[in-house]
């Protein structure tokens, strides 16, 4: 039996990759370079997640996660998330005294895959990637992420892949 696999449900492990150049001067080049993260996306009808583990990052460092899209970064968030800019955001990320990110993960209430529906509801962005940022100046900036290379430093990125629905390609016979 051959179906046709729906290329917008499914994983996406994430491989980020350090980003040297953006980090604020008064971090150590070594030490920046040391961060390292996995993470996946996945998608689904009706919604999603997003997840995320670091280490080697800024110890009791303030994150923020984006998703890279085709009209800029948005929040690796809800797109009903209330945004305060005051530090409490919902893509806030503390990380722990060890430069250990445990976890995170983001509830969506659309599908990352099919991208993030924007206000005018005709239209999406397409998600191309997720970026791990750092704030020097210890808060966030609602549904902007900063002054880039001011408050706002870029540190690890990874390209978002095609999902793949596993179970309908489990079923798919070859030949």
Avoid at 7 to 32: H, M, S, T, Y
Avoid at 70 to 82: E, N, V
Avoid at 94 to 105: A, K, R
Avoid at 157 to 165: I, Y
Wanted: include cysteine; proline fraction near 6%; hydrophobic fraction near 40%.
């Amino acid at each position: 039996m051959d179906r046709k696999v729906d290329k917008c449900q499914g994983c996406c492990q994430l491989e980020f990759d350090i980003l040297p150049a953006n980090r604020p001067p008064v971090i150590d080049a070594g030490f920046w370079v040391q961060a390292t993260a996995t993470g996946e996306v996945c998608g689904y009808d009706g919604g999603g997640s997003i997840s995320i583990s670091a280490e080697g990052l800024i110890p009791q460092g303030v994150y923020t996660v984006w998703f890279a899209t085709d009209r800029g970064l948005r929040p690796a968030a809800p797109t009903d998330a209330i945004y305060t800019a005051d530090g409490l955001d919902p893509n806030r990320l503390v990380v722990n005294s060890d430069g250990v990110l445990n976890y995170y993960i983001a509830p969506l209430d659309f599908n990352p895959f099919r991208g993030i529906p924007l206000s005018n509801g005709k239209t999406a962005a397409i998600v191309q990637g997720v970026i791990i940022g750092f704030h020097g100046n210890r808060m966030t900036n609602g549904t902007v992420p900063g002054v880039f290379n001011v408050n706002f430093f870029e540190q690890l990125t990874a390209e978002m892949c095609f999902s793949r629905n596993i179970e309908d390609e489990d079923s798919v016979e070859l030949g």
